[in-house]
């Protein structure tokens, strides 16, 4: 048989417990950014493409289920065991405000205009923070049928979307009214759910189950059974073209998103894989796990043949490239002032 190459992840270590949340920035000025929620109670922000390790947010007391960045990567915000939401400055670390609950908080989102800060958790109650008037309190939406498990904005902050940890099916709440306007229907609950970078869909993880709706008229566009539970799923960016998943095998595998074909394999975890995203442009994504480590994989036709002859997608892709073209890329690296870099994962496992 021919010998398969395997995929390398620059492995990102910093994490005393599990990885249960990650999300990536937009493309700023100053590159991308990486946070993780860990059950450590420390977020941490990350250089998006290296992995580097930028800084540690400190101040949570409990786990933390949830993280994201608005879209300039100026702040941050968690989601805390500790019955709290913080908001962070992204700069320098500084917690500028928490936001107290009455029960765990499962899920937080930056509206796209960063005003606003959405949280949902254990109460039931979806929660909108002004953050140009953090001591104001917030606008609630208490008719949530179960626990908040995940949330996002959409329609340019207009809907509201949410899925609880105990009843299947994503709810789209318009913001003005605070009314359910549509169910996603699903077999278990929902997992993960992320709205693509250009608004047009939703991918969906229940089960063993990913789904991609459309995100403007709500239809089932595809549907695909995993080869396992899964709980989360990403879908690449930039061309569209292929998804990833990750669960308890413990494997990131990626798929084509036209036939369903199971086109990659990453092996390297030793522990459930509790999320996967996609870098915003699509030539990188990272998965989180049990095992407290952070992965970012190339992508490419990681676990098939490397040297394929189409290109992978984004300039990481696996191609042949000319020497003039290496060695701009090299002259454009910098090393990151605190001198962490992630360390490459020198395990081939089986």
């Known amino acids: ?144 049928p179960g626990s908040i498990r995940t949330v996002a904005w959409l329609h340019s902050d207009q809907t509201i979307l ?59 566009v595809k549907s695909y059974n995993m080869p396992c539970n899964v709980e989360s799923a990403s879908l690449e960016p930039k061309l569209g073209n292929k998804f990833i998943a990750g669960g308890e095998d413990m494997w990131v595998h990626v798929f084509d998103i036209h036939t369903g074909e199971e086109i990659g394999c990453n092996k390297g975890h030793h522990g459930p894989v509790h999320c996967v995203r996609f870098a915003p442009g699509g030539e990188s994504y990272a998965s989180g796990s049990e095992d407290g480590t952070i992965r970012i994989w190339q992508s490419g036709p990681a676990g098939h043949e490397e040297n394929d002859s189409h290109p992978g997608n984004g300039p990481t892709g696996k191609v042949r490239v000319s020497a003039d073209e290496v060695s701009r890329k090299v002259e454009s690296f910098h090393i990151s002032k605190e001198g962490k870099t992630a360390e490459k994962d020198k395990e081939t496992d089986a």
């Open 1 to 144: 048989m021919e010998k398969k190459k395997v995929a390398v992840p620059l492995v990102c270590h910093g994490h005393s417990r599990p990885v249960v949340d990650l999300y990536y920035s937009p493309v700023t000025p100053d590159g991308f950014f990486l946070i993780s929620a860990s059950k450590d109670s420390s977020p941490m922000l990350r250089n998006g493409e290296t992995g580097d390790w930028i800084g540690t947010f400190e101040g949570h007391k409990g786990a933390v289920w949830s993280c994201c960045l608005d879209t300039n990567a100026l702040h941050a915000a968690s989601g805390s065991a500790d019955f709290t939401a913080k908001l962070w400055d992204a700069l320098t670390g500084d917690e500028l405000h928490s936001f107290d609950h009455k029960h765990i908080v499962r899920a937080c989102a930056f509206s796209e205009d960063t005003h606003h800060l959405l949280t949902g958790g254990f109460e039931k109650i979806l929660r909108i923070f002004d953050l140009n008037r953090s001591d104001a309190p917030p606008r609630e939406v208490d008719n949530s």
């Open 162 to 220: 949410s899925s609880c940890a105990d009843i299947g099916g994503v709810r789209l709440w318009d913001v003005r009214s605070g009314k359910i306007v549509q169910t996603l229907e699903t077999k278990s609950p929902v997992t993960s759910a992320e709205v693509s970078q250009d608004g047009r869909y939703i991918t969906t993880a229940d089960g063993s189950t990913v789904n991609f709706w459309d995100a403007n008229h709500f239809g089932l």
